[in-house]
């Protein structure tokens, strides 16, 4: 077996690695919002396998029911992140009812609207795959558009009779080692008694809201789809040609139960590409304007509302869209951005251009007309002056990303001042630059900018490609990159090397003199964004200063890991996880010392132990609310009341608190002290 770089160099210092006993985790606001959760769990997707891999693990090691082996750091990244990011989805999109189904959305309602034309649709992308239509699971309620927020905690006991499942030997999070007999509850196959608490729903919808579960959905789907592999024996192969699939042998996704949900995420991420082109186009006066690829704001801007209240309807016995009315038509910079990652995201997996030379077969294969429409010709010719609107999945991706892009740049780049500002409200850019928003701003505009120039993006997102189109519209993308990166360090950078959280533009251009933890490790994810995108390195420089101050200010050595004030209660938000995640990931990466370099703070070993001390005070110290079972590590024990076999302190989801239990999501606000 391969064990990792980590394990063979390091493996000492890192299995010392254990959360602080001191710290403590109070959970203040279980409310899910599928904006700054997905953010989190996008990174956490990005912090898991993949960075494991780049370290040197070899994947097939890694065992859920074995905890911390190879070391603690490739099971916090390799299992824990890895998988709660995909629990996460499942519990929004299949299980919580927080939005209208998928059946009335406007992808089934063009195959006839009823339950039967989704059900068939369905079987159908069930045989693509190669997926026994007797193993969907039952009762799954697909959300077409998630509402703006919700309470997890389910409306009824979930139905926990139980059947035989496996024999297993596991390795608990406290080295206690057994052979045990599992049981499957029934709520692991029939999501029936899994919906949320309908009363706490806040029915409306928000573009981060929206481009926060896209991102994810996304994120898995070209993971899912990225391959092809033998029909009979469900063995994953690299994907040689787009017809591959119809060779009698080969079935599209890496494997039959993973291309199955790649299918399900990609329907669902066309449906709310739909409701964006065809029902939220905004231009401050009335809802639903058309937009197209010619779009120009100069001539007047459209975007998409901060917030749209939902009147519900019922059709086919389920939720529906019965109205739509503007409640706050402020167009946001994290609305910007938080649709504009995702929607690049999609153009790149579900690009056609001919120009793209490089394109994975295998999504070449989801896109040539079955099981998904193609673009028409004249969306992937080398002429974008002819492109049109239509209902396809680049098409919609091509037309919504343009349209984003300019309003980033023109409702909210200050070009004289070279940054983004918050809000652009009553036909006015406003004056707020705010450093989170600023630099994820720079991670969604290189991700733009990748997807345009036909250059990777998804796990490969700091790759090198065969292909570099070089599009006017990537050039641009670059200049505002440069422009706002240079903003924060010319501007926002306090004397002892921590970040602002942000400052109004004026004369003197007044600082907002709080230095917040989201606010230090979202601009080091910005900065690193821009050293990658430009090849810039006073932009990595910039980002190892800030790590270092951040270790040197705002590292506590009571909960063993960072505070904005150490001794002091901090409060995480998913925004909060998201940008450690990220920013830490980041450092591991591109940031950790090289030859002839002997920061301690960023030695590989102290940087991966600081990973999972914050992973097991934080996340599994309280903000990840509860646990699926299996691929993270929880198993259900015949004759055990245990609801945390895996002894990590998260419970499974019967016994995550509320009436019923809570589903596998993340708090909306914890105070770690």
Not at 19 to 27: G, N, T
Not at 56 to 79: E, K, M, R, S, W
Not at 282 to 298: I, M, T
Not at 455 to 476: F, H, I, M, N
């Amino acid at each position: 077996m391969k064990k990792s770089t980590l394990t063979l160099a390091i493996a000492a210092a890192v299995f010392a690695s254990t959360a602080s006993a001191a710290a403590q985790v109070k959970v203040l606001d279980k409310t899910h919002q599928p904006a700054g959760n997905f953010l989190a769990y996008t990174e956490f997707e990005l912090s898991g396998e993949p960075l494991a891999e780049s370290l040197g693990l070899d994947l097939d090691v890694l065992d859920p029911n074995i905890a911390d082996d190879p070391t603690p750091f490739d099971f916090a990244a390799g299992i824990e992140s890895y998988e709660y990011s995909e629990e996460a989805m499942y519990a929004l999109n299949y299980q919580s009812q927080m939005g209208p189904h998928l059946v009335n959305g406007p992808v089934n309602q063009a195959r006839g609207g009823k339950l039967a034309d989704l059900g068939k649709r369905v079987i159908e992308m069930a045989g693509a795959v190669g997926f026994p239509a007797s193993e969907i699971p039952q009762n799954m309620y697909p959300i077409s558009i998630p509402y703006v927020s919700g309470n997890p905690e389910f409306a009824q006991k979930p139905d926990t009779t139980t059947v035989n499942g496996d024999e297993v030997e596991i390795t608990t999070a406290k080295g206690n080692s057994k052979t045990v007999q599992t049981v499957v509850p029934a709520y692991f196959r029939d999501y029936k008694t899994l919906a949320w608490d309908e009363a706490s729903f806040d029915k409306a919808f928000n573009p981060a809201a929206t481009g926060g579960i896209l991102l994810k959905e996304v994120m898995w789907s070209q993971d899912f789809l990225g391959g092809m592999h033998v029909t009979a024996t469900d063995e994953e192969v690299e994907a040689e040609s787009a017809v591959m699939d119809q060779d009698g042998k080969h079935s599209l996704g890496v494997s039959a139960a993973d291309g199955f949900n790649g299918m399900m995420l990609t329907e669902m991420s066309i449906d709310k590409m739909l409701i964006m082109q065809q029902q939220l186009g905004f231009d401050g006066k009335k809802l639903g304007v058309k937009f197209g690829p010619d779009y120009d704001p100069a001539k007047g801007p459209i975007w998409f509302a901060h917030k749209v209240a939902v009147t519900e309807g019922e059709q086919n016995g389920v939720k529906s869209i019965a109205g739509l009315k503007v409640t706050d038509g402020t167009s946001t910079l994290r609305d910007t951005w938080s649709t504009l990652w995702p929607v690049a995201e999609f153009f790149a997996f579900s690009d056609q251009r001919e120009a793209n030379s490089a394109q994975n077969p295998a999504f070449l294969a989801v896109f040539d007309g079955a099981p998904f429409a193609a673009a028409p010709a004249a969306n992937t010719d080398a002429n974008e002056g002819n492109d049109v609107v239509a209902d396809d999945a680049f098409s919609l991706a091509n037309n919504i990303s343009n349209l984003l892009f300019k309003n980033i740049a023109a409702l909210h780049y200050n070009q004289a001042k070279g940054t983004f500002v918050t809000e652009f409200k009553d036909g006015k850019q406003g004056n707020q630059v705010d450093t989170y928003d600023a630099a994820y701003s720079i991670v969604a505009l290189s991700i733009y900018q990748r997807a345009k120039d036909a250059l990777p993006v998804g796990y490969a997102s700091a790759e090198s490609g065969d292909v570099d189109l070089k599009t006017a519209a990537g050039k641009d993308a670059l200049a505002m990159i440069k422009g706002q990166a240079d903003f924060i360090i010319d501007h926002l950078v306090s004397s002892n090397g921590l970040v602002f959280d942000g400052l109004t533009l004026n004369k003197v251009n007044t600082l907002n003199k709080d230095k917040s933890l989201d606010a230090q490790f979202a601009a080091i994810r910005g900065l690193v964004a821009a050293y990658l995108a430009t090849d810039d390195v006073k932009y990595k420089q910039a980002a190892r200063s800030i790590y270092l101050a951040v270790e040197k200010n705002m590292f506590d050595k009571n909960i063993n890991t960072w505070a904005t004030v150490p001794g002091k209660a901090t409060i995480h938000t998913p925004y909060t996880e998201a940008a450690i995640s990220g920013g830490l990931r980041e450092a591991i990466l591109h940031l950790k010392n090289e030859e002839g370099e002997n920061e301690p703070a960023l030695e590989l070993t102290t940087l991966t132990d600081r990973y999972v001390s914050w992973f097991r005070t934080v996340i599994n110290g309280g903000m990840q609310l509860a646990e699926w079972m299996g691929d993270s590590g929880e198993n259900q024990i015949k004759g055990s009341s245990s609801t945390d076999t895996d002894e990590d302190g998260v419970h499974q989801i019967i016994a995550a608190g509320g009436k019923f239990g809570t589903a596998m999501t993340m708090a909306n606000k914890a105070s770690v002290k």
